[in-house]
């Protein structure tokens, strides 16, 4: 089975120095505990445009590097935007899509999602496909037809096992300070289990992470659910110290 899964989505934050800061920073603290790598992947999402720089410093070091989105084309007239082709080149290994931010800030629909999904596998990145409810959803009972819709729309056709993650990020809990209960994820990261055993073969190995809120002093409770291979990590990714406090914790709990 994967590791645990430590994601850093930087979302647009920092400059070139303390982005450079940043990462130096969480490399030369994971290289401090190697026997974190034992249990964690380590893995940040910075500002497209930094993402160069930071490649070339975590080349050789256990921080995977990855991009926040991407186009769904490949090429061509899209003045501003990003392809999977040219994160490849750049050295991303993962690409986020389908961030609440997206979806709600810049109306993205699961089908353009799914585009995006299919030229991130095409460049042989692997896609972070992000799913959560509102909590309007939630309050009304519709959390789980949400995410079930979310994911059957989502997730391209001709995805196998092996070319994707899931984050389960409840929107409400996002930046909100007020991570999901222990009991709510347990449930709906099984359920998202059983919905991936359905639609993918060997469904039970994909990776599903939890994302919304996580600190380092809810993450080892968290961690220990089954079903949660991993955090996707907003506003604690922003500093080494609690990123790493938040690996830690998951290490603490898994090894
Ligand atoms: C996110 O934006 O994906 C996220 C989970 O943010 P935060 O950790 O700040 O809630």
């Known amino acids: 089975m994967n590791a645990f899964l430590i994601a850093g989505n930087w979302k647009m934050n920092g400059s070139g120095v303390s982005s450079h800061s940043l990462a130096s920073q969480i490399i030369s ?14 893995l940040c999402c910075p500002p497209h445009i930094y993402l160069l720089n930071i490649v070339g410093l975590a080349d050789n070091s256990p921080l995977l590097v990855g991009g926040q989105d991407c186009s769904t084309e490949t090429e061509g007239a899209f ?12 050295g991303a290994q993962y690409c986020i899509v389908g ?22 596998k095409e460049s042989g990145i692997k896609a972070i496909i992000c799913v959560g409810e509102t909590i309007t959803e939630r309050k009304a009972g519709k959390a789980l037809d949400v995410i079930k819709e ?17 984050a389960y990020e409840p ?18 990261h099984r359920d998202i289990r059983n ?16 994302g919304g809120s996580v600190k380092p002093d809810n993450a080892g ?35």
């Open 171 to 188: 929107v409400w809990a996002i930046g909100s300070g007020e991570a999901a209960s222990p009991e709510d994820v347990a449930e709906m």
């Open 99 to 120: 961030h609440s931010e997206r979806r709600t800030i810049h109306g993205e629909t699961s089908q353009q999602i799914a585009k995006k999904g299919e030229c991130l």
């Open 150 to 166: 979310q994911l059957k729309t989502s997730i391209p056709s001709g995805f196998n096992a092996q070319d994707f993650i899931v």
């Open 221 to 255: 409770e968290l961690a220990g659910i089954e079903n949660v291979g991993g955090f996707l990590i907003g506003g604690a990714s922003l500093k080494a110290d609690s990123f790493l406090g938040i690996a830690k914790a998951a290490h603490d709990v898994l090894s």
């Open 79 to 90: 003045t501003g935007d990003i392809s999977a082709p040219m994160l490849a080149d750049c």
């Open 195 to 210: 919905i991936l055993k359905e639609m993918v073969d060997k469904g039970d190995t994909i990776r599903i992470l939890y």
């Open 29 to 42: 603290d994971i290289e401090k505990t190697p026997s974190l790598t034992d249990t964690c992947d380590f």
